[in-house]
């Protein structure tokens, strides 16, 4: 086993907390290859586990592969440890059904990378600089590929570009597919220790990919996935968070799912709100009215359901004071006033939901605020029309 | 509390907090040691009490009493109470009918500000899952949440007719849940109950409208290994648009392989997946099976 593999597999094993060792090893296919006679590690130092497992790793020849799919399956459990970006995918109106066969998307995402890789690096496009939400339309070096893989160059191109990048598969549940890519160049092998992950839920337009400082590589990500999955165009949404779970649930609408049926055996009247006026008779509570409008108002607009778990919302604003009151000096600008609000919160929406119920805000709240799941944006541009 | 002595703590407070809680310490205190008023307060009160005692247990057994009347005078009035209990009855009867809606396929609830529609997905018989969409009733309508899985193409079906034809909407995306709930059925099916038959795993979509495996018509036997390849390219059908049975291997096929090969495209064309491997499985991969449907 090559030296850096083995430090690969020695550093993605040495990740994973002991406690979570054997349900990850468990997990991994390759564990099963090499025979270990353990079944629990309690009791057990981490360095000398670590030790035993990477022996017995170079024994039986770990691959890069087998490596990276243990850090793809770390990756799954520790999910928060990485910020997702949401991106969108469209078609042109009026196609075929989405057949989707996801042996041939693998195959197909794989060989588009490597080949757009290779273009890129080979005919450096003149691209116009990405900016955040700017739809990525297909770019020169992609253009190019698509001319050149079908004529002759495209047999002698896959032997020289295996290893521009490296990319691992993992199918996971309700049908998504985990891609791990390690980037790397002509002159360079993949670096293993700073992947890109993608997250796609194929038969929808959907998918979320790890945010990474390699500004460069995202817009050939996004092109290959779009031409794998016989889409036309991708775009970044203004959606951003670590919670994966939370981003999914509200990009497909799943956040809500009480629904009124017949079959409900609790009146909706009698249904406890999240705040209770306390139930202690020597407690009176003076602006009843009030408290009930407020609480009738957070619910239509926040439901009963538990809130998907968002961390931050940021709004840029450019635009000019109002003020009804003496004109100070912020009212007297011409140009627009530019600043950067942000909102933080272990549980964002939550949080929100809580502000005029406790007094803190108005209610209604303002619909900048309220529109985060509805409109899938965490983040905003705030002009003056 | 004395009114008189907290009316010094208008003016400024004297000596701040702490010196006002002494205060009311010392006070406390003396309270405390002097005797508790004078005797002759003592036995008023204690006549006071004991005249509201009586008082109380005199309405108490006045409120026994008509309690008890109240119980007497309406026994004789049997009537209302049969009426009550046959509206009760009534009331259960269209109560359990309005759930009972359900099977229907499509039902509904009115809600505060439309109306929550429920589609119960069914396949040959077999109930299968719900489906709920919450419909706001304004101009213009629209769907206030839903539990449709992503991939089923509510937008579209919603651009097309939700403004328009609510019905034609609702039938519409009846027809993609059913058959998607078929299509998803017949899958399992397949891999559940018929594993034996399959040589690898059933590639399957989300969507289930692609579906690709091996598999031999005997388990484990002398038959030979075909690959089926079935697609559905009409998301509103449970049978594949297009079916192609092929064999792997080097070897010429033999023409009653390609006998063979040929009935199974037809088989899978017109049965359903499941239904195709219980015949296999009862022996019957023949042509002879056309008939018997």
Same mark, same amino acid.
């Given at each position: 086993?090559?030296?850096?593999?083995?430090?690969?597999?020695?550093?993605?094993?040495?990740?994973?907390?002991?406690?979570?060792?054997?349900?990850?090893?468990?997990?991994?296919?390759?564990? *099963?290859?090499?025979?270990?006679?353990?079944?629990?590690? +309690?009791?057990?130092?981490?360095?000398?586990?670590?030790?035993? *497992?990477?022996?017995?790793?170079?024994?039986?020849?770990?691959?890069?592969?087998?490596?990276?799919?243990?850090?793809?399956? %770390?990756?799954?459990?520790?999910?928060? !440890?990485?910020?997702?970006?949401?991106?969108?995918?469209?078609?042109?109106?009026?196609?075929?059904?989405?057949?989707?066969?996801?042996?041939?998307?693998?195959?197909?995402?794989?060989?588009?990378?490597?080949?757009?890789?290779?273009?890129?690096?080979?005919?450096?496009?003149?691209?116009?600089?990405?900016?955040?939400?700017?739809?990525?339309?297909?770019?020169?070096?992609?253009?190019?590929?698509?001319?050149?893989?079908?004529?002759?160059?495209?047999?002698?191109?896959?032997?020289? =570009?295996?290893?521009?990048?490296?990319?691992?598969?993992?199918?996971?549940?309700?049908?998504?597919?985990?891609?791990?890519?390690?980037?790397?160049?002509? %002159?360079?092998?993949?670096?293993?220790?700073?992947?890109?992950?993608?997250?796609?839920?194929?038969?929808?337009?959907?998918?979320?990919?790890?945010?990474?400082?390699?500004? +460069?590589?995202?817009?050939?990500?996004?092109?290959?996935?779009?031409?794998?999955?016989?889409?036309?165009?991708?775009?970044?949404?203004?959606?951003?968070?670590? %919670?994966?779970?939370?981003?999914?649930?509200?990009?497909?609408? !799943?956040?809500?799912?009480?629904?009124?049926?017949?079959?409900?055996?609790?009146?909706?009247?009698?249904?406890?709100?999240?705040?209770?006026?306390?139930?202690?008779?020597? =407690?009176?509570?003076?602006?009843?009215?009030?408290?009930?409008?407020?609480?009738?108002?957070?619910?239509?607009?926040?439901?009963?359901?538990?809130?998907?778990?968002?961390?931050?919302?940021?709004?840029?604003?450019?635009?000019?004071?109002?003020?009804? *009151?003496?004109?100070?000096?912020?009212?007297?600008?011409?140009?627009?006033?530019?600043?950067?609000?942000?909102?933080? +919160?272990?549980?964002?929406?939550?949080?929100?939901?809580? *502000?005029?119920?406790?007094?803190?805000?108005?209610?209604?709240?303002?619909?900048?605020?309220?529109?985060?799941?509805?409109?899938?944006?965490?983040?905003?541009?705030?002009?003056?029309? | 509390?004395?009114?008189?002595?907290?009316?010094?703590?208008?003016?400024?407070?004297?000596?701040?907090?702490?010196?006002?809680?002494?205060?009311?310490?010392?006070?406390?205190?003396?309270?405390?040691?002097?005797?508790?008023?004078?005797?002759?307060?003592?036995?008023?009160?204690?006549?006071?009490?004991?005249?509201?005692?009586?008082?109380?247990?005199?309405?108490?057994?006045?409120?026994?009493?008509?309690?008890?009347?109240?119980?007497?005078?309406?026994?004789?009035?049997?009537?209302?109470?049969?009426?009550?209990?046959?509206?009760?009855?009534?009331?259960?009867?269209?109560?359990?009918?309005?759930?009972?809606?359900?099977?229907?396929?499509? $039902?509904?609830?009115?809600? $505060?500000?439309?109306?929550?529609?429920? #589609?119960?997905?069914?396949?040959?018989?077999?109930?299968?899952?719900?489906?709920?969409?919450?419909?706001? #009733?304004?101009?213009?309508?629209?769907?206030?949440?839903?539990?449709?899985?992503?991939?089923?193409?509510?937008?579209? #079906?919603?651009?097309?007719?939700?403004?328009?034809?609510?019905?034609?909407?609702?039938?519409?995306?009846?027809?993609?849940?059913?058959?998607?709930?078929?299509?998803?059925?017949?899958?399992?099916?397949?891999?559940?109950?018929?594993?034996?038959?399959?040589?690898?795993?059933?590639?399957?979509?989300?969507?289930?409208?692609?579906? $690709?495996?091996?598999?031999?018509?005997?388990?484990?036997?002398?038959?030979?290994?075909?690959?089926?390849?079935?697609?559905?390219?009409?998301?509103?059908?449970?049978?594949?648009?297009?079916? $192609?049975?092929?064999?792997?291997?080097?070897?010429?096929?033999?023409?009653?392989?390609?006998?063979?090969?040929?009935?199974?495209?037809?088989?899978?064309?017109?049965?359903?997946?499941?239904?195709?491997?219980?015949?296999?499985?009862?022996?019957?991969?023949?042509?002879?099976?056309?008939?018997?449907?």
């Amino acid at each position: 086993m090559d030296e850096t593999v083995a430090e690969f597999v020695k550093r993605t094993i040495l990740k994973i907390p002991v406690a979570e060792m054997m349900t990850i090893l468990q997990a991994w296919g390759f564990y *099963l290859k090499i025979n270990c006679r353990r079944t629990s590690t +309690s009791g057990e130092r981490k360095e000398s586990l670590v030790h035993d *497992l990477v022996l017995l790793c170079e024994e039986k020849r770990a691959r890069v592969s087998d490596a990276a799919l243990l850090d793809i399956i %770390y990756t799954q459990f520790h999910r928060h !440890q990485k910020v997702w970006d949401v991106f969108q995918m469209t078609k042109e109106p009026g196609g075929d059904i989405d057949l989707f066969d996801m042996k041939q998307f693998k195959s197909s995402f794989k060989k588009i990378l490597q080949r757009a890789l290779k273009m890129a690096q080979l005919y450096p496009a003149k691209e116009a600089p990405q900016s955040d939400s700017a739809s990525s339309h297909m770019g020169n070096s992609a253009r190019l590929w698509v001319i050149l893989s079908r004529g002759p160059f495209a047999c002698n191109m896959s032997r020289v =570009i295996n290893f521009l990048v490296s990319v691992t598969f993992r199918d996971a549940e309700e049908n998504a597919v985990w891609i791990r890519i390690a980037w790397g160049t002509q %002159y360079r092998k993949p670096n293993q220790y700073k992947p890109t992950y993608v997250v796609y839920y194929p038969q929808t337009p959907y998918a979320f990919i790890s945010s990474s400082q390699l500004r +460069s590589s995202i817009p050939l990500l996004g092109q290959a996935l779009t031409i794998a999955s016989k889409h036309h165009r991708i775009v970044k949404m203004d959606f951003r968070s670590r %919670y994966l779970d939370s981003l999914k649930a509200i990009v497909f609408e !799943q956040y809500n799912q009480t629904f009124e049926t017949h079959n409900a055996t609790t009146p909706l009247q009698e249904r406890s709100l999240g705040l209770d006026i306390n139930m202690d008779s020597r =407690i009176i509570h003076e602006n009843r009215i009030e408290k009930d409008r407020v609480q009738k108002i957070t619910e239509e607009v926040f439901g009963d359901y538990p809130q998907p778990r968002l961390e931050f919302a940021q709004y840029k604003l450019e635009t000019k004071f109002k003020s009804d *009151l003496n004109r100070g000096i912020l009212a007297e600008r011409n140009e627009p006033l530019r600043c950067l609000v942000k909102f933080s +919160s272990p549980n964002l929406l939550e949080a929100l939901k809580s *502000l005029a119920p406790a007094g803190i805000a108005d209610a209604p709240l303002s619909p900048l605020l309220t529109c985060i799941p509805k409109k899938r944006m965490n983040y905003f541009k705030i002009k003056d029309k | 509390m004395d009114l008189a002595n907290t009316s010094s703590q208008e003016g400024e407070p004297k000596g701040g907090v702490l010196a006002h809680l002494e205060r009311l310490e010392a006070r406390s205190r003396k309270k405390f040691e002097e005797p508790q008023g004078t005797p002759a307060a003592e036995s008023a009160l204690r006549s006071k009490i004991l005249q509201l005692r009586r008082l109380r247990d005199q309405l108490r057994a006045a409120v026994e009493r008509h309690g008890a009347r109240v119980e007497a005078s309406a026994e004789p009035d049997q009537a209302l109470q049969d009426s009550e209990q046959a509206l009760e009855r009534k009331r259960e009867d269209v109560k359990a009918i309005l759930q009972a809606y359900r099977f229907t396929g499509l $039902s509904g609830k009115l809600t $505060s500000r439309g109306v929550c529609v429920c #589609i119960q997905t069914a396949f040959q018989g077999n109930l299968l899952d719900s489906y709920f969409v919450d419909l706001v #009733i304004q101009k213009p309508l629209r769907i206030h949440h839903h539990s449709v899985p992503v991939f089923i193409p509510l937008e579209e #079906i919603a651009a097309k007719s939700l403004q328009t034809d609510l019905r034609h909407f609702l039938f519409s995306l009846c027809e993609h849940l059913n058959a998607y709930a078929g299509r998803k059925y017949q899958a399992d099916r397949l891999q559940s109950d018929f594993a034996a038959f399959l040589a690898g795993p059933l590639q399957r979509n989300a969507l289930c409208n692609l579906l $690709s495996f091996t598999y031999k018509a005997e388990p484990g036997g002398q038959a030979f290994p075909f690959c089926a390849r079935l697609l559905y390219k009409d998301l509103t059908v449970t049978l594949p648009t297009d079916v $192609s049975v092929t064999y792997e291997g080097t070897d010429t096929p033999s023409p009653s392989w390609e006998e063979q090969r040929a009935s199974h495209e037809h088989l899978l064309r017109t049965k359903p997946l499941h239904h195709v491997f219980a015949a296999f499985a009862r022996g019957e991969e023949r042509l002879e099976l056309r008939l018997a449907y």
